[in-house]
């Protein structure tokens, strides 16, 4: 969404992606600006807003790319329970090259998570290529994770080693080499693509990733903090970006043109519509700037503590990109819009979530997609629509 201030046009042609919904977008949406207490944690009304997070349903894709970020020792030890650890196989996998190569000459990826830069580097530079490159498709192996709970388990020690060190900086790091600078970075992000022998950064930008001074995105790389931000999360949250990263979970994807993302209408932050629905942050409040407005459904942003409306949000959202929207796809943003909407107590509000349920409801038994987008887009304009 393009926020009132129009800043993200900018940020459009900074950015070699298209951070979440950054079309511009025509039709200038008026936004809500309610001041509040900067304090995320207080209330800042008498009335306490509804909030529509009970009864959370989260859009199947919420996780989509979340192999793309930062994997979390949390997640990582819920999945080992789910999949019931068991078998202990070789702890790092086993380099089948290069055998001729006397043991001591050898280094394991744990070796690099450990030891020295500079000690790693120079045995760096007298190893083979082709022994460099197991090593890296031995971490590329683990990122898949293929190996279920095991190459988590790796990945996770890999990743503690480093990132408890406190002589990995940008100073020391710029004697490292290539290779070794590579696995450093993916084991800190958790990406495997800085492994990918077509992404290219250079040795200054991969450093920079690794002191979170670029956003990991390879898609986005954008300086951090991105847009100079001044932002407690900006400026305290190591490696988040707020062109491409969610506020409250800290991951990116690729998704576009969806009301999968909401975006702040103050301060263009980011934040996944089932991220926002789950910490209560879409709730019942006043809108518009006289503090005597009717109540609607509000959107907190977690970085600024300010509220956005919805309503124009998604209709713009609608407008804008329905047309272009298969089958599957107008179902999951009618099904946003329905749990965005849930707990609406304006009759707006109300209406534009029953009229959802009901498109869903008839999707489901046959309705053309081609009839339901003119119903939600007639409805949007606030035109009855009788579909036949
Ligand atoms: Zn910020
Ligand atoms: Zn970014
Ligand atoms: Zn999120
Ligand atoms: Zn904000």
Redesign the pocket.
Known sequence: MVTSSGSNIHHLSASKMLPPRQQPRTGGLQTSLSLVTSDPHLSPDTQEPRSNSDNIRESPTESASSHETWPTADVAMAKKMENGNGKAENEFPEHSVVHRLANADKITLCDIARERVDVISEKMHRLPDEFLEELKNGLRVILEGNGGSQHRDEFLILQKLVQNRADLTAKTLIRAHRVQLEILVAINTGIQAFLHPSISLTQTALIEVFVFKRCRNIACQNQLPAEDCT?EICANRNGFCNLCMC?ICNKFDFEVNTCRWIG??????WTHTDCAIRDGQICMGISGKSVAGPTEMLFR??????T?ELLGWVKDVFQHCAPAWDRDALMREIDFVSRIFRGSEDSRGRKLYWKCEELLEKMKGGLAESTACRVILMFFQGTDYAEH
Do not use: I
């Open positions: 932002c506020v702040c209408d103050l301060c263009s932050h942003c977690r970085a600024c503590n300010r956005s």
